[in-house]
C-alpha cells in the first residue's frame, strides 16, 4: 500500500540542506511549559541520523492554532529548548520562517548544524496552501522530508504545496514508521483482528466504522457511541448521549457486520452518573437498567471482563477513543481497564488518537503498546481508508 515512496535513506544528505516538516504541536500549560514531549522525542532518529551524516537540518512546525497571526503562547522557542536538551546540542531557533534574516541564516550553516523556525501557522499562506509561502519554504532546502504524520491529512504549504518548488520529497523515520505499523494492523494483519472503538459520536466515527467492517473480524463499540446503537435496538438508555439521526445508520451498521460474519460487541453495563461532574452520585447498572434521568458515562465492570475475552484468542488489535468520561476520576475505570488489558495482550496493538493517547499514558501502560499513533486526525483518515495528502508530495522511486 505504501511501497515507493521515497524514504531519507534513499538520498544522500552529506552537506545539503534539508527541510525537515515536524509535527511540534505538543501541549503546554499556562506558563507555556512542555507538558508531553512525545512527538519531540519520536522525532529525535530522523534529526540525528542527519546531524550523523553532516546535513543542515532546518526544522519546521505548527502549534497550535494562531489562525494566521503572530501570538506569543503559540511560540516554538521553547519546543527550541527542550529539543537542545533531547539532542545535547544547539538548536539556532528563528523568530520567523521565511524572509531575508531567515535566508541568511540557513545560507550561513554548517555540516551538522540544526536549526528550529517560528511556528508555521504564524502565516495565513501555510494554512491556505498558499503557492508563493511553499516556493519560500522549498527554497530554503536541497531535500525535503515530511515527518509530520499529525498533519498528513491537511493540504497545507508545508506539507503539500511544496512538492512544485523541490525534489526529492522523502519520508522522515517516524512517517515511515507510522504507516508500516497501519500496514501491519489493517493491510497486511495476522488474524483474528479485533477493533475498540470509543468516544461519543457515531457521526463522526461513521467512516471507520464502515470501512473497519470490511477489515475486522470483531469489533467492540464503547463510550457514548454505544448508546446510538442500543437505543437503535429498541432498548432504554436513561438520558444518556445519543444521536437521533443516526439511529438508522446503527441499524445499517448492525445488519452489515451480520452479513459480513463481523462480531459486533456493545458493553453490557454502565457507569452511570445524573450529570457530568465530579460531585454527582454513581450507580453501577446492567445496560437494560438505566434509570430516567441518569447518564452513561463509563463502561462497566462486567464490561471489561467482556473486553478480556474478547482479546482472548486475537492477533492485532486496533485502538481509538476512549470508553466512558475518563478525565472524571469516577468516570475512569473502563478506559483505564481497556488499557491494560490491551498492553497485557501479546497482540500487535496499535492505538491512535489525541484522547487514547492521553488516556494510555495516565493509565501507565504506554510501554506496552506495540504502536501509539502520534496523528490523530491523520490516523482517523488511514482507518476511514482515505489517501493522505501528503502522500501527494513525496516522490516516488522510478
Sequence with gaps: MFDGYMTLEDVDVSGKRVFVRVDYNVPLDEHGNIVDDVRIRETIPTINYLIDRGAKIILASHLGRPKGERKPEYSLFPVAKRLERLLEKEVKFLPDCVGEDVNDAVNSMKEGDVILLENLRFHPEEEKNDPEFAKALASLSDIYVID????????????????DYVQ?????FLLERELKYFEKALVNPQRPVVAFLGGSKVSSKLGVITHLLDKVDKLFIGGAMAFTFLKAQGYNVGSSLVEEEMLDE????????????????????FVCGQAV???TPVIEVAWQEIPKGWLGLDIGHASTVLVREILKDVQTIIWNGPMGVFEIEKFKHGTFSVAHAIAESPALSIAGGGDTDYAIHKAGVVDDISYISTGGGAFLELLEGKQLPCLEAITKHN
Design 148 to 163: 509530520a504524520f499529525g498533519t498528513c491529512h491537511r493540504k497545507h504549504a508545508s506539507m503539500y504545496g511544496i512538492k
Design 168 to 172: 526529492p520529497v522523502v519520508m522522515g
Design 250 to 269: 446503527a441499524i445499517s451498521i448492525i445488519e452489515k457486520a451480520k452479513k459480513l460474519g463481523v462480531k459486533l460487541y456493545l458493553p453490557v453495563d
Design 277 to 279: 461532574s465530579e460531585q
